[in-house]
């Protein structure tokens, strides 16, 4: 069918193949990029929302939101190693299985990046409500703090946060690697000290803090999964370890560890902080008088969370710095608060510039139209893309509770993993010859445990959610056949590598140390 026209993969290596970067990364490295990339953003924003979910069981959602993001890295690293160029899971599609499921993934990938950006916004303008509030004793009204969910009218600084995002990324500003090494010393500096002073206050009295683990499983294995499911979006970020393969020495080796090595890591740091919440203020979620659990990000939840007042971490908007400030550490809690104010912004960056590059490759190929890969003559920037990218991101981040952002976030992810997983083992098929950097360990048994686990947290999102994924899809799918299949270089027969010395054919590479 003309629909899974592939485009073809000796095409898209051919200029990645000929500039092979230099192998200089070893497994110590990847490991330190994948914490760094990995921790942040999640556990700041999110521990509140899977709280109210599982309750003290939440511990094991990120167990088992860190197992599944392992073997789908694992997946992952094979095709970022193979094609070592823009794209993301929308190229290796694209290349694998074809152009209808490529523009699928692709507009999935716009829910990873863009609404994450929305939620971490959101996240973000928690924090600095609650820092405004503490310290410089300024408040802002309810209704401009919160969006209609939680009670208020629109989130005007998670708004504001995001359209000044937007005007950077026009500007051209990035992050130089230096000012992300602080960012991320800022962020692990303030979980440390989160854990340091939560295990302190635990130890000096156990009993009570043992008192807040039961029951450990309030609303079930449920509510745990359901928790897991939104928990995935803490580990969002590990692809940066995947699309450094091309970096890495003896990657078949070196790889494998700094992914999971990572994970592992980031999976210890987060259970130690979902621990130090549950033992000093503990983590019961609010529940309807049938004992059911009440959804977050809910009416619902905003009307119980204020008729009980500032008295359930499962309320707060800044769940770690809440929870300091409520066992007599204030200004540790302060502290924590500035960090989060500090270090998200540039995570909201981050997700924007992945979200307008995933566009422009795609315009660029012909799906979307041309004017969205049309290039600022002063400041070199696909403006067009970062302008609307930058409205859609303002508007959801003004209206929508952060739970429900991350939600929607997890569906275009876990879609995007779930197609990577299964075009890895089509490749291994179609072209078992191909020259693999990386190869997936036991790929037969790692991508369908991939499949399936990314299958299972997606249902076990809210019906809510996905309604929006299906609604999203369809949407996609009209933008398609109405547009882009006709507008399709691939379909035109124009194939393109978009780089320097596109026609210079595939060179060697050299033998793996």
Same mark, same amino acid.
């Given at each position: 069918m003309n629909n899974?026209?592939?485009?073809?993969l000796d095409?898209i290596? #051919?200029?990645a193949?000929?500039?092979?970067?230099?192998r200089?990364?070893?497994?110590f490295q990847?490991?330190?990029l994948?914490?760094?990339?990995?921790?942040?953003t999640?556990?700041?924003?999110?521990?509140a929302?899977?709280?109210?979910?599982?309750?003290?069981?939440?511990?094991?959602s990120?167990?088992?939101?860190?197992?599944?993001?392992?073997?789908a890295?694992?997946?992952?690293?094979?095709?970022?190693a193979?094609?070592p160029v823009?794209?993301?899971?929308?190229?290796?599609?694209?290349?694998?299985?074809?152009? %209808?499921?490529?523009w699928?993934v692709g507009w999935?990938?716009?829910?990873?990046?863009?609404?994450?950006?929305?939620?971490?916004?959101?996240?973000?303008?928690? *924090?600095?409500?609650?820092?405004?509030?503490h310290?410089?004793?300024i408040?802002?009204?309810?209704?401009?703090?919160?969006?209609?969910n939680?009670?208020?009218? /629109?989130?005007?600084p #998670?708004?504001?946060? #995001?359209l000044?995002i937007?005007?950077?990324l026009v500007?051209?500003?990035t992050?130089?690697?230096?000012?992300?090494?602080?960012?991320? #010393?800022?962020?692990v500096t303030?979980l440390?000290?989160?854990?340091?002073?939560a295990?302190?206050t635990?130890?000096?009295n156990?009993?009570?803090?043992?008192?807040?683990f039961?029951?450990? *499983?309030p609303?079930g294995i449920g509510g745990?999964s359901?928790a897991?499911?939104?928990?995935?979006?803490?580990?969002?970020?590990?692809?940066?370890?995947?699309?450094a393969?091309?970096?890495?020495k003896n990657?078949?080796?070196?790889?494998?560890i700094g992914? /999971?090595g990572?994970?592992a /890591?980031?999976? %210890?740091f *987060?259970m130690?902080?979902?621990?130090?919440?549950?033992?000093t203020v503990?983590?019961?979620?609010?529940?309807?008088a049938?004992g059911?659990?009440?959804?977050?990000?809910?009416?619902e939840?905003?009307a119980?969370?204020?008729?009980?007042?500032?008295?359930a971490v499962?309320?707060?908007?800044?769940?770690?710095?809440w929870?300091?400030?409520k066992v007599?550490f204030?200004?540790?809690g302060?502290?924590?608060g500035?960090a989060a104010?500090?270090?998200?912004?540039s995570? /909201?960056?981050?997700?924007?510039f992945g979200?307008?590059?995933i566009f422009?490759?795609?315009s660029?190929?012909?799906?979307?139209?041309e004017?969205f890969?049309?290039?600022?003559?002063?400041?070199?920037?696909?403006?067009?893309?970062?302008?609307?990218?930058? %409205?859609?991101?303002?508007?959801f981040?003004?209206?929508?509770?952060?739970?429900?952002?991350?939600?929607i976030?997890?569906?275009g992810?876990?879609?995007a993993f779930?197609?990577v997983?299964?075009?890895?083992?089509v490749l291994r098929?179609k072209?078992?010859?191909r020259?693999?950097p990386?190869?997936?360990?036991?790929?037969?048994?790692?991508a369908?445990?991939?499949?399936l686990g990314c299958?299972?947290?997606?249902?076990k999102?809210?019906?809510?959610?996905l309604?929006l994924f %299906?609604?999203?899809?369809?949407?996609?799918?009209?933008?398609?056949?109405?547009?882009?299949?006709?507008h399709?270089?691939?379909?035109?027969?124009?194939?393109e590598?978009h780089e320097?010395?596109?026609?210079?054919?595939p060179?060697?590479v050299?033998?793996i140390?």
């Amino acid at each position: 069918m003309n629909n899974w026209r592939v485009k073809p993969l000796d095409a898209i290596l #051919a200029t990645a193949e000929k500039k092979s970067l230099h192998r200089s990364l070893g497994a110590f490295q990847l490991t330190m990029l994948g914490i760094g990339a990995v921790i942040g953003t999640g556990i700041f924003v999110l521990t509140a929302e899977a709280a109210q979910k599982a309750g003290p069981g939440m511990i094991w959602s990120f167990v088992i939101a860190g197992v599944v993001c392992a073997v789908a890295a694992l997946c992952y690293s094979e095709l970022a190693a193979m094609v070592p160029v823009s794209g993301s899971a929308y190229t290796y599609t694209y290349a694998v299985m074809g152009e %209808v499921l490529a523009w699928m993934v692709g507009w999935a990938l716009v829910l990873e990046y863009a609404v994450a950006a929305g939620a971490v916004s959101v996240g973000w303008s928690g *924090y600095f409500v609650g820092l405004l509030e503490h310290q410089l004793h300024i408040t802002i009204p309810h209704a401009l703090a919160v969006g209609p969910n939680d009670g208020g009218i /629109i989130n005007l600084p #998670a708004m504001i946060i #995001a359209l000044l995002i937007t005007g950077l990324l026009v500007l051209g500003t990035t992050e130089s690697a230096s000012v992300n090494a602080i960012l991320v #010393a800022v962020k692990v500096t303030a979980l440390s000290l989160f854990i340091f002073l939560a295990y302190k206050t635990i130890f000096a009295n156990p009993t009570e803090a043992a008192t807040h683990f039961q029951p450990m *499983y309030p609303l079930g294995i449920g509510g745990v999964s359901a928790a897991a499911a939104s928990i995935f979006f803490a580990y969002v970020g590990f692809d940066a370890v995947s699309t450094a393969a091309e970096e890495t020495k003896n990657p078949q080796v070196n790889m494998p560890i700094g992914l /999971i090595g990572s994970l592992a /890591i980031c999976t %210890v740091f *987060y259970m130690l902080v979902a621990g130090g919440v549950i033992g000093t203020v503990g983590a019961q979620p609010m529940l309807n008088a049938d004992g059911s659990g009440i959804a977050p990000g809910s009416k619902e939840l905003a009307a119980a969370c204020s008729a009980i007042g500032d008295n359930a971490v499962v309320c707060s908007k800044e769940a770690l710095a809440w929870t300091l400030r409520k066992v007599n550490f204030a200004t540790a809690g302060n502290l924590v608060g500035l960090a989060a104010g500090i270090a998200l912004p540039s995570v /909201i960056l981050m997700m924007m510039f992945g979200q307008t590059r995933i566009f422009f490759v795609m315009s660029r190929d012909g799906l979307l139209p041309e004017v969205f890969s049309k290039i600022h003559p002063k400041f070199k920037t696909p403006y067009v893309i970062t302008i609307l990218t930058g %409205v859609f991101v303002a508007f959801f981040a003004a209206f929508f509770p952060v739970g429900a952002l991350a939600d929607i976030s997890n569906a275009g992810t876990l879609f995007a993993f779930a197609m990577v997983s299964i075009a890895v083992m089509v490749l291994r098929k179609k072209d078992p010859e191909r020259k693999r950097p990386f190869k997936t360990p036991w790929v037969y048994v790692v991508a369908p445990i991939s499949i399936l686990g990314c299958v299972y947290l997606f249902f076990k999102l809210s019906f809510y959610t996905l309604a929006l994924f %299906v609604v999203w899809a369809t949407i996609g799918l009209v933008v398609y056949f109405l547009y882009s299949r006709n507008h399709s270089h691939v379909g035109k027969g124009l194939v393109e590598v978009h780089e320097e010395d596109a026609d210079v054919p595939p060179q060697p590479v050299p033998p793996i140390d």
